[in-house]
C-alpha cells in the first residue's frame, strides 16, 4: 500500500488533568508549534456521499432550503445510532486533527462514538455537504473566538470541510505574534480562523500555549486588544465557559504589569461583568460592520462518573455508549453560568444586537463516551503514580475528532445558513 507523508504543524495547548479531583492546569512550556507526522493512504477513498441511503430528508442537499428550518427548536432532540451518515470524515484523512484529540491514533479502538446522529425532535438535519456549504459561505471569513473547546470546534469545522479542497488549494497558518490561526479554502475565498481568548478580554491566560494559571488574572478594562483581530469577520463564533470553573478570580483595573488596583469577584460575578465589556463592544462594533454572530453554550465534562451511577472514581474513561436517560445533566454542569449568559445576550437584543446562542449544552450532557479520555497526546510526561490512576489523568473535558464537535457545526452550519440564505 503506496503511503504518503505529511508534515504539519500543530499548536501546544492547554491541557486539563485532573488528580484526586483537583483541576491542575498544565503549562505547556515548550516551542509554539510541535511536529506531528500523518501517513494518510492515498488511495483511500475521498470523504463524501456514500451513495448509501440516509433517513434523513435531501441526500444531496445543493439547493437545500434552510428556510424551510425556521421554527424548529434544533436542541431538542435525541441522539441516535446512524453508521451510514456517520462519521463525516475518517480521523486518518483530516491532516489537521492534534494529538490532543486524535483519539484513534492514540489508542482508542471502539469507534460507536463516532457514529451517533443528533435527531431533533421537530425536524430532520440536512445531510452535510462539503462542497455545498463552501459555496454557500464563498467570501467569507468565519472566526471561532475563545478556549479549547472552541478550538477542538475550529478543528472539526475545517475537517468537515477541507477534504472537497485540493491540496495547494488550501493552507494552515499561524499568525505572527497574535493568538490568531486562520485555514484558508482559496477557491471559494472561505476563511475559518480561530483566535484563542479563553476568558474573552485580556488575562494570564492569554498566550495560547504557555499558560500555566491556577489564578485567573484578567483586565476588565482591554478587551480592544484581542477584538481588534476580530474586526474583518463576516461571522464570529464565541465560546467562554470553562475558564471560569475556579471560584473566585482577580480583576484588574489597570494593566496585567501594574496590577495594584484589583478587586476579587466570584467566577459568576467576573463572568457577567466581562460579558457586560463585551456587549459593549459588540454594540458599537455592529454600528460599522454587519456581522453574523454566534455564542456557544457550555458543554458537559464528565468527571463524575456517580452521575450514571459508577462507583468511586469512575468518570469517562473506557465509557462507549451515551447516557440515554432522557434529560441527563451532569452535576460539573454549572447552569447558573448558562443564566448570566443567557440574560447577556437577552440585554443585547433589547440593544438590537442579535447574538445566536447554539444551545449545545443538553446534546453534550448524553455524551459521556465522546472524550478521549487517555487516548490523546499529553504534553508533560506521566508519572508512574498517574499511570497507575488513569482515571486520574483521563481527559473528560475535550471531545474526539471525527465526533460531537462535528454535531455542534452542523447546528452553526444551519443558523448561518437560515441567515444567508
Ligand atoms: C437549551 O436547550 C435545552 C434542551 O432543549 C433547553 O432545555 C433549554 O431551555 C435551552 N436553553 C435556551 C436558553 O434556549
Ligand atoms: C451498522 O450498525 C448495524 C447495527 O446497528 C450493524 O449491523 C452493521 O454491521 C453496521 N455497519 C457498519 C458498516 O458498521
Ligand atoms: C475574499 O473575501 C474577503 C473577505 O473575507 C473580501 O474582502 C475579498 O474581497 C474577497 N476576495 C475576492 C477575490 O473575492
Ligand atoms: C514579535 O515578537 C518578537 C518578540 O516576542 C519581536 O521581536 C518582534 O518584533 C514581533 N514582531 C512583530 C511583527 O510585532
Ligand atoms: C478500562 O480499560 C482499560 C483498557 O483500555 C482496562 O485496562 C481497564 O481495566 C478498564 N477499567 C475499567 C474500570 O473497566
Redesign the pocket.
Known sequence: MEKKKKLMVVGIWDVKLMFESVIIIFVIMGSLATTAVYYVTSDREQQGDTGSSSRRNNDDNVGFDYGSLDGCDLFSGKWVHDNESYPLYKEHECPYIPGEFSCGQYGRTDFKYQQWRWQPHGCNLPRFNAKDVLERLR???VIFVGDSVNRNQWLSMVCMLQSVIPLGLKKMHKAANVSLFTFKAFEY?V?IDFYWAPLLVESNADHPSKHKRNDRVINIQTIEKHAKNWI?A?ILVFNSYLWWGTPTLKILYGSIADSKRYNIVSNHVGYKMVLEKWSNWLTTYRKHKRTLSYFMSMTATHRRGVDWGMQGNENCLNETEPVMKDDFWESGSDSKMMKILESSLDELKARGVNVQLVNITQLTQYRKDAHPSIHRLFYSRLKAKQLSNPNGYADCTHWCLPGVPDTWNELLLVSILQTLK
Open positions: 467570501g467569507k471569513r475565498n476563511s474583518n463576516d
